[in-house]
């Protein structure tokens, strides 16, 4: 566990601009990290913000410590390191138009359980038209082999 830790007075500019940015934040993170800063002002200890904010005595001092060296600018959370992200903002876009559509998937082999079952009288067939989470039946479709089926029991192809 960290020291507690608390800020001096600030000036007026930049008391003023801190309260800017934790009304005009829309982020609940960075109004948090924000709320540090306030509560840190009104005298408060880090152990004292860490019981109020829900966060740990650690990440209170992380954040003052970041506005004592960098400013305002360092408190709102930074991204993880790491690579890019490889989705584009267009398929997120068709993902997100699919699951507002009400189904899981639109891949090549995509059909509906409204729809006419290909063999509706396999049991996985059945037990997918029957179950209440699934929307479609695109993760598995039998294929009635005579691997899989006892002998005499081979369904007519055609």
């Not at 993170?29 to 800063?37: A, C, E, P, S």
């Not at 290909?118 to 039998?142: E, F, G, L, V």
């Amino acid at each position: 566990m960290s020291a507690p830790l608390t800020l001096p007075s600030l000036d007026e500019p930049t008391l003023a601009e801190l309260r800017r940015r934790y009304e005009d934040t829309s982020d609940a993170q960075t109004r948090t990290r924000y709320q540090m800063l306030v509560l840190s002002l009104r005298g408060q200890t880090s152990s004292q913000i860490a019981q109020n904010v829900l966060r740990s005595q650690d990440t209170v001092v992380r954040v003052l410590k970041r506005f004592l060296t960098a400013g305002l600018d360092a408190v709102p959370r930074r991204t993880a390191p790491g690579r890019e992200r490889r989705v584009t903002a267009a398929w997120e876009a068709e993902r997100l138009a699919s699951d507002r559509a009400g189904s899981p998937c639109r891949g090549a082999g995509h059909r509906e359980l409204d729809a006419p079952l290909d063999s509706p009288s396999t049991w996985a067939s059945r037990r997918a038209s029957r179950s209440p989470k699934r929307r479609c039946a695109c993760t598995y479709m039998p294929v009635a082999t005579s691997v899989n089926v006892p002998p005499g029991r081979m369904p007519a192809q055609g």
